[in-house]
């Protein structure tokens, strides 16, 4: 299965975040710089961060963000359940039309179930634990930190 380009950049932002230092707040352009991804798209993630209750958010000239203890806790299947829009795992229902083969549809239901095992095999992962020491080295190099692992 395929996670969206929004939870990919959400997911990266979020191992960032698990990764700095002690109370170390990192700005949203700290965020993109380390995961290589536009400003404005880690942005939008961060703002759905924060409305989850991921993140916490201090304003202001020294501001950033960080992990909530929510955030630290919560695993990936956690977030991925929370961030995929999609109501169905085939295009079933579609702008140019329905697929005339949706009553009663037995791949329909049997996707749907493929996409809930695909998630509860991530529920034991946690968030805090995705980044390692060696990995974030040379991303928090490039923002001027060091890791906080």
Request: aromatic share 4%; charged share 20%; hydrophobic share 45%.
């Amino acid at each position: 299965m395929k996670i969206n380009a929004f939870a990919d950049v959400s997911l990266r932002a979020l191992m960032v975040l698990a990764a700095a230092p002690g109370d170390a707040l990192l700005t949203t352009q700290n965020i993109a710089d380390s995961v290589g991804t536009p400003y404005n798209h880690v942005s939008k993630a961060m703002a759905k961060l924060r409305s989850l209750g991921l993140i916490e958010v201090v304003r202001g000239r020294t501001g950033g963000s960080r992990l909530s203890t929510a955030g630290r806790r919560a695993t990936v299947g956690q977030v991925l359940r929370q961030l995929d829009t999609r109501t169905d795992a085939a295009e079933c229902v579609a702008p140019g039309g329905n697929c005339p083969l949706i009553n009663e549809c037995k791949l329909r239901s049997a996707l749907s179930r493929a996409r809930e095992a695909f998630y509860r095999e991530l529920d034991s992962v946690v968030i805090a634990d995705l980044p390692g020491s060696r990995q974030m080295v040379p991303v928090f190099g490039m923002i001027g930190l060091r890791p906080g692992l």
